[in-house]
Structure formats: structure tokens, C-alpha cells
T-cell receptor, first 113, second 112 residues
Framework: EAGVAQSPRYKIIEKRQSVAFWCNPI?????LYWYQQILGQGPKLLIQ????????DSQLPKDRFSAERLKGVDSTLKIQPAKLEDSAVYLC???????????FGSGTQLSVL | QKEVEQNSGPLSVPEGAIASLNCTYS??????FFWYRQYSGKSPELIMS????GDKEDGRFTAQLNKASQYVSLLIRDSQPSDSATYLC????????????FGSGTQLTVLP
């Protein structure tokens, strides 16, 4: 069984630029999550999808972050414009339903200069 | 505010010793609890899940849950240097949006 795929693995941008991350969950997993993990902290949920609908985006900074999961499969997370404090690892995870263990992708390490 | 708190680290134990990691959570209605291990530069990987009060053992790992005290712990017996990592406690909080909330993690170092 293929795992959660994420790209790119690393991204370096300057502040005020835009960036996008892509995630393809495990086949058949209905729930997809985007987490932000700042160095030394635990992952913080940004947005949770159930199929192609948003379940929770209460911690997503909507003035600059957006995410979509068209067709209920892969997902894209975008930041525009980026700030220095957005430097973090962005983790995508999926689960079969919304109440099971999560499987994580390898993450995208973002550096905003 | 639904929170997951972990004992502050870093924690160092000698090889062969028992490492004890602790976690408390704020939502009394929570039903599902997980321990993830995260090596430096890697993604979290699930090592234990527990849903009922009591102990759950898997090899050298034992998860303990006490819902009345809102407390979950992880014991690692016969600790090995390869166990050196950050351990994340995660809780599914109750409510209409069942989000998995993580603690800040405890960094464990097992000294040879």
C-alpha cells in the first residue's frame, strides 16, 4: 500500500511570495489533514477534510492560507503572501475515517527568508 | 480551549532503563488516545493507540490510560539508543469536529 505522498520536500521563498504544497493521501482514505509543525512544537491542525468537504478550518489563517481538496482525493495548501513566521514543516496526513490513526507524509519543510 | 499537555523534557535515561512519558488532556469526553514517535527530520509515526482505561502492552511499549484523571502515559522498557526521539501524545477531542490534537512532545535521549 502506497503511503501519503507530499511534494515538494523542501521550499525556500522570500517573504511576501506565494507557495503551494501538494498531497495525495492513501487510496481509500476519506479524511485528509494539513498540519503545521514549527521547530520544537507539536503538529498544529490547520484544516481537516472529509472527502471534499471541510470539517474544521478553525486554526487556518484564512487571510493568507487556503486549501482545497477537489474530487475528494488529492489536496493543495497555498500560502499567499508568506510571512517569516510561516517557516515550518507542513505535514499532510490521512485516515480511513475521521476517528482512526493518522498516516503522515514526509512533509514539506518551508523556509521563508 | 482543548489542550494536550506533556511533561517537559528533554528526558535522558540510560540504556536498559524504563522511560516514562506523561500526558494530560483537557476534554473529559475524549475517547481515543495515541502515542507517536518522531525522529529528527522525520514525520510522526504511530507506535501505540489506547481507547479503554488500563494498560495496553505492545512489545517493549506500554500505554496507560486513566480517563478519570485525564491522564495517559507511555512506558518504554529496556530502552535502546534507537528509541531516542520526540514522543508526541495525541488525543481525539469529542465534539462535532473530531480533530486530532497533539501535545508539544517530549524529547527522549537514551544514553549508551
Amino acid at each position: 500500500e502506497a503511503g501519503v505522498a507530499q511534494s515538494p520536500r523542501y521550499k525556500i521563498i522570500e517573504k511576501r511570495q506565494s507557495v503551494a504544497f501538494w498531497c495525495n493521501p492513501i487510496s481509500g482514505h476519506a479524511t485528509l489533514y494539513w498540519y503545521q509543525q514549527i521547530l520544537g512544537q507539536g503538529p498544529k491542525l490547520l484544516i481537516q477534510f472529509q472527502n471534499n468537504g471541510v470539517v474544521d478550518d478553525s486554526q487556518l489563517p484564512k487571510d493568507r492560507f487556503s486549501a482545497e481538496r477537489l474530487k475528494g482525493v488529492d489536496s493543495t495548501l497555498k500560502i499567499q503572501p508568506a510571512k517569516l513566521e510561516d517557516s515550518a514543516v507542513y505535514l499532510c496526513a490521512s485516515s480511513r475515517t475521521g476517528n482512526e490513526k493518522l498516516f503522515f507524509g514526509s512533509g514539506t519543510q518551508l523556509s521563508v527568508l | 480551549q482543548k489542550e494536550v499537555e506533556q511533561n517537559s523534557g528533554p528526558l535522558s535515561v540510560p540504556e536498559g532503563a524504563i522511560a516514562s512519558l506523561n500526558c494530560t488532556y483537557s476534554d473529559r469526553g475524549s475517547q481515543s488516545f495515541f502515542w507517536y514517535r518522531q525522529y529528527s527530520g522525520k514525520s510522526p509515526e504511530l507506535i501505540m493507540s489506547i481507547y479503554s482505561n488500563g494498560d495496553k502492552e505492545d512489545g517493549r511499549f506500554t500505554a496507560q490510560l486513566n480517563k478519570a484523571s485525564q491522564y495517559v502515559s507511555l512506558l518504554i522498557r529496556d530502552s535502546q539508543p534507537s528509541d531516542s526521539a520526540t514522543y508526541l501524545c495525541a488525543v481525539y477531542f469529542s465534539g462535532s469536529a473530531r480533530q486530532l490534537t497533539f501535545g508539544s512532545g517530549t524529547q527522549l535521549t537514551v544514553l549508551p
